[in-house]
């Protein structure tokens, strides 16, 4: 397949096409094995980074705690060493329709060809080799505990250091950990402030809402 103009040959995105394109000339389905395993090592940060989108999505329901609870099984395999991502069989051999799969691979390799633009790989190496990767676990398990508390404003903080984490694991890229990193702190601090006091800060922002629609 030939990479399409403003795609990086070794990036992750052009990988995710190449995938799609795969699976766009196959019929019937897929299964999420075979479709991990198409991935290669990209596969851990796609893992995190479609949840940590997904938790964007101001969706009804439960769906922050699904979301905070892939991410949770995701970071566990980070804090044992895992560099792919590894699924329990009878997960690994759901199928699924191979052309929507397509579709969905070919949308989420277009904003990840915009990140890959503002990282570099191999960019301060050692913050993303394997000991560094299994420290990283434990600020994973707690921004995915954030994630799927049910606490209102407080899921968007936890997503957005998830996606950061995300290109770094897949670009190889240190500054991108480390920017991660600040980031999962502002939203740890932002989290526990929301917890201790959320009512007084809905009065507030509702407040100055009310002030500016007067004015």
Do not use: C, K
């Not at 560099?83 to 579709?103: H, K, W």
């Not at 000991?131 to 404003?153: C, D, E, F, M, N």
């Amino acid at each position: 397949m030939a990479i399409p103009s403003g795609y990086r040959p070794d990036g992750a995105s052009a990988r995710l096409l190449a995938l799609s394109e795969q699976l766009a000339s196959r019929l019937g389905r897929v299964s999420v094995g075979d479709l991990l395993d198409g991935l290669g090592r990209s596969a851990l940060g796609v893992g995190l980074m479609v949840p940590a989108l997904l938790a964007l999505i101001p969706l009804p329901g439960p769906f922050g705690i699904a979301f905070g609870a892939v991410i949770g099984v995701i970071a566990l395999q980070v804090l044992s060493g895992r560099t792919r991502l590894g699924l329990p069989r009878f997960l690994r051999e759901r199928q699924l329709p191979a052309g929507p799969v397509a579709i969905a691979i070919r949308r989420f390799a277009v904003p990840l060809r915009w990140a890959e633009r503002l990282s570099r790989p191999r960019r301060l190496l050692p913050l993303t080799g394997r000991v560094a990767r299994v420290a990283l676990g434990g600020p994973l398990l707690l921004l995915a505990l954030a994630l799927s508390l049910p606490i209102p404003l407080g899921n968007a903080l936890p997503a957005i250091a998830l996606t950061v984490f995300a290109i770094g694991f897949m670009e190889r890229d240190g500054l991108a950990i480390l920017m991660a990193l600040g980031v999962s702190i502002v939203a740890l601090v932002w989290t526990v402030m929301l917890i201790l006091f959320g009512a007084h800060i809905l009065d507030w922002l509702w407040t100055i809402t009310r002030l500016n629609q007067m004015f």
